[in-house]
Antibody, heavy 122, light 108 residues
């Protein structure tokens, strides 16, 4: 059974940093691209960042480019999101999502974690 | 970035109804479109990818169609468990992948 478990969320002041983690199990982690998708309270879904199976291809939404860094450790079956210079508008539930494509990212998200809440407030 | 616009934003229907949700892309995206269902307090669930391919385990009352800029999600016979919010998402252009604003389907 595929499982994605996010952690690392919490309350943080504007301008500070936070690192999110996603522990994956139930599939061959290093075969798949992975993504972070967020959802502000009461709002829709926003793709944040994605990383290919070998970290060779990385993409970011314009809203986080230059502030967030995605990474992965295939030996640990883990995905990360380093979030710097946090803003109030980064407040959201952050989901880790698995790409459906093997080796080549397809952009279809077939499994999601339950999310970790990040609140940016003074 | 490609903008995805869903209509309606919300509507009410009854169990047993046939419902259709529309998604329009701001430019052509071929068939690179997915549909997700999200229930309150839960993570989104992939329903359909490649515009019309049903994800494994998804009931056959769900179907998708369209290509280019106009797409539809149809639920042929609404069940109580189908009341949720639905999102379309394009993956033709990356980055970024973009979602529609969502369509909330409520019980009449």
């Amino acid at each position: 059974e595929v499982q994605l478990v996010e952690s690392g969320g919490g309350l943080v002041q504007p301008g500070r940093s936070l690192r999110l983690s996603c522990a994956a199990s139930g599939f061959t982690f290093d075969d798949y691209a992975m993504h972070w998708v967020r959802q502000a309270p009461g709002k829709g879904l926003e793709w944040v960042s994605g990383i290919s199976w070998n970290s060779g291809s990385i993409g970011y939404a314009d809203s986080v480019k230059g502030r967030f860094t995605i990474s992965r450790d295939n030996a640990k079956n883990s995905l990360y999101l380093q979030m710097n210079s946090l803003r109030a508008e980064d407040t959201a539930l952050y989901y880790c999502a698995k790409d459906r494509g093997i080796a080549v990212a397809r952009g279809e998200f077939d499994y999601w974690g339950q999310g970790t809440l990040v609140t940016v407030s003074s | 970035a490609i903008r995805m616009t869903q209509s309606p934003s919300s509507f009410s229907a009854s169990t047993g109804d046939r419902v259709t949700i529309t998604c329009r892309a701001s430019q052509g995206i071929s068939s690179y479109l997915a549909w997700y269902q999200q229930k309150p307090g839960k993570a989104p669930k992939l329903l359909i990818y490649a515009a019309s391919t049903l994800q494994s385990g998804v009931p056959s009352r769900f179907s998708g169609s369209g290509s280019g800029t106009d797409f539809t999600l149809t639920i042929s016979c609404l069940q109580s468990e189908d009341f949720a919010t639905y999102y379309c998402q394009q993956y033709y252009s990356y980055p970024p992948y973009t979602f529609g604003q969502g369509t909330k389907l409520e019980i009449k």
